[in-house]
Each structure stands twice: as structure tokens, then as C-alpha cells.
């Protein structure tokens, strides 16, 4: 099904990203990913496991010599049209490369959600309490790509996946519907979609769901 194309230019050249960099941010996500596998204890819940990831992957990326982007960890969003202490919300793990250094609005948000076979609240919440803080703005407001990483507690993937696409189809519309795409070989599935963020600008989210079933 083809993608969502933007009525409106995606913000500035900051928030853009080449296609190494996505192949590079899916690269540290599953690595990462893969590496902390050990260190993840049977009902951790999302907020440990994330760190234990985003520690990960910055051994993994001090291993490959990346010394191009950062890996930062809990970002909080701060409502900048008030002057009291308001916070959006704060984005899981984000990623920032050299040409968005300095601009405290350009990075790349990974939102980290668990979720399982069968599991309505879990898999749920992917969508709701996930991919919509992208498409309300909430997250990566005027960005080309985020990335929503799903730690994976049972199999098989493809039953998440349906459940996932579903819901995402009927509270979005068709067109929302997920692509599959290469897939990493530390990853179980990777798709991609489209959604129209805050009513006007397409952005576009590439789905990365990882093995996490000692978490389970």
C-alpha cells in the first residue's frame, strides 16, 4: 500500500535524516536491543527495560566508532508557549545526528511500548499511549520519521503485528495501514507507515519489534 505523501514541507532541514541514518538508528535500536537481552529479568517492566536498552545501545555504539550522533537518554518535551514548568511528555530514547546539534527540537524519538500475543491492553497501548503521541504532534512535532520499538514478550510476532496494523487501520484510516520491510537479523519484524501528524504533515514511523521474551 503506498505511503502517505506530505500536503506540507516536514519542518526544517534538522529534522530531516538520510537513509543511512534510518538504517543506522534501526542498526543501534536492535543491537542494542539484542545486547541487553541478558541483563533483562523476568517481569521487568517497560520504564527499567528501556534503560537497560539505551545503555546498550551506547556500548554498542562506542564499539562501532559512531561518533556522529548521540544517544540521549529520557527527553523531556517542554510546552514552550507557557512560561510555567508544563512538560509534554517525555520520549523514551532519542537520538540526535551532527547536522541537528544545537537544536533542541531536531532528534530522532524512539517510543519503547511491551507488548504480547493476545494481550489487548498491551498491544493496545502500542497505539494509543505509542503511536499517537506522533500523531497528535505530542512527539517529533514537524519531523520526517520516528521510530516505535516493541519489546516483544511472546510469539508469535505475527499475531502482534495483525492486532497492531488493525487497530492502527481503524483508528487512522487505510492509509495508515503498515508495510513490511527488511528486516534486521537481531529483530523479529520491522514495517513502516504513515500517519498525518496534527491534521496537516505526514510523518513517517518505522516499526521495530525485538525480542524481549525474558521480560515476559
Not at 524512539?110 to 499511549?129: H, I, M, W
Request: hydrophobic share 40%; glycine share 8%; proline share 6%.
Amino acid at each position: 500500500m503506498p505511503l502517505l505523501t506530505p500536503d506540507i514541507p516536514y519542518g526544517s532541514p534538522a529534522f530531516a535524516l538520510s537513509d543511512d541514518q534510518i538504517a543506522t538508528v534501526l542498526d543501534l535500536v536492535c543491537r542494542g536491543a539484542d545486547e541487553a537481552r541478558a541483563d533483562i529479568k523476568p517481569g521487568m517492566l517497560e520504564v527499567p527495560t528501556t534503560i537497560v536498552v539505551r545503555k546498550a545501545m551506547r556500548r554498542v555504539k562506542k564499539a562501532l566508532g559512531y561518533t556522529n550522533l548521540q544517544v540521549r537518554g529520557e527527553h523531556e518535551l517542554e510546552d514552550m508557549a507557557t512560561t510555567d514548568q508544563t512538560i509534554l511528555g517525555r520520549i523514551d530514547i532519542s537520538l540526535q545526528f551532527l547536522h541537528q546539534f544545537g537544536d533542541e527540537d531536531a532528534y530522532v524519538a524512539v517510543e519503547c511500548k511491551r507488548v504480547r500475543p493476545g494481550d489487548a491492553t498491551l498491544n493496545g497501548s502500542y497505539v494509543t499511549q505509542g503511536v499517537h503521541r506522533f500523531v497528535s504532534g505530542k512527539y517529533a512535532a514537524g519531523h520526517q520519521w520516528g521510530f516505535m520499538l516493541g519489546y516483544v514478550l511472546g510469539v508469535p510476532v505475527e499475531d502482534i503485528v495483525s492486532y497492531v496494523d488493525a487497530r492502527l487501520r481503524k483508528d487512522y484510516g487505510e492509509p495508515a495501514a503498515m508495510a513490511p520491510d527488511t528486516p534486521h537479523p537481531s529483530s523479529l519484524a520491522v514495517l513502516e507507515n504513515a500517519v498525518v501528524q496534527s491534521g496537516h504533515h505526514t510523518i513517517r514511523l518505522k516499526h521495530v519489534f525485538v525480542d524481549m521474551l525474558a521480560a515476559a
